[in-house]
Every structure is written in structure tokens, then in C-alpha cells.
Nanobody
Framework: QVQFVESGGGLVQSGGSLRLSCVAA????????IGWFRQGPGKEREEVAC?????????????HYTDSVKGRFTISRDDAKNTVFLQMDPLKPEDTGRYYC?????????????????WGEGTLVTVSA
């Protein structure tokens, strides 16, 4: 089956940290922009962070974070391992939710959650006060 497999979630106290992993199964994500999304209790799914594919000239990746996680979360990718990471530190109770990965062609599409594909089952993050 072609999709992402997320892991690394758990129960943590406010101020703690978690590192989420997202592994591509059945396809190579090298040329896709990849995003982390979350859905909290009673909330709509939202973009958390997105990372572009590597620029062929600069060899850099562009990243985007939703305002509420800027300065606390870091997205990164290891294309050799078909894996995208989300380092979350410090966590707040409002970060509670199920976290998902998905891929799109462009960073702008990822930011808008537009035509994203290969959604995984997600990993649950619970932050206690």
C-alpha cells in the first residue's frame, strides 16, 4: 500500500518534547513537498509544518510553520531514508491531536492542504497540563 506511516506519538506533560517520524511506504518522496498536519479534539485538520523537496541548485529545502508552532517545532527530512521528522519542544496542551503526514507537488499546496496525497493513519499526541 502506498502511504506514509507515522510514529513517535505518546503522552507527555506540558513543556516536554516528542519527535515524530513519517516513513514513506511504497513510493519515493524525494520530489514531493511533505507536510505534517494535525486534528485536535473537536477541531478541523490543520497544517502544522511543511518542507519542500530539495532545490537542485541550492540543495536547500524551504520550510513553513503555522504561527502557533513557530520557534517550538522543527521539520526536517532524510531522503535517503524516505523519512520526514517533526521535533516538538516545548509542547503545550493545545498541541494535543492526531498528527498525519501527506505529500504534495508544491510547498504552497502543502501549506493550503491542497491536493495532498498518501495520507497515513496518524500518530496520537496527548499533552497534559
Amino acid at each position: 500500500q502506498v502511504q506514509f506511516v507515522e510514529s513517535g506519538g505518546g503522552l507527555v506533560q506540558s513543556g516536554g518534547s516528542l519527535r515524530l517520524s513519517c516513513v514513506a511506504a511504497g513510493f519515493s518522496p524525494d520530489f514531493y513537498a511533505i507536510g505534517w498536519f494535525r486534528q485536535g479534539p473537536g477541531k478541523e485538520r490543520e497544517e502544522v509544518a511543511c518542507i519542500s523537496s530539495r532545490d537542485s541548485q541550492t540543495l536547500n529545502n524551504e520550510v513553513h510553520y503555522t504561527d502557533s508552532v513557530k520557534g517550538r517545532f522543527t521539520i526536517s527530512r532524510d531522503d535517503a531514508k524516505n523519512t520526514v521528522f517533526l521535533q516538538m519542544d516545548p509542547l503545550k496542551p493545545e498541541d494535543t491531536g492526531r498528527y498525519y503526514c501527506a505529500a504534495g507537488f508544491y510547498l504552497a499546496d502543502c501549506v493550503r492542504s491542497f491536493e495532498m496525497d498518501y495520507w497515513g493513519e496518524g500518530t496520537l499526541v496527548t499533552v497534559s497540563a
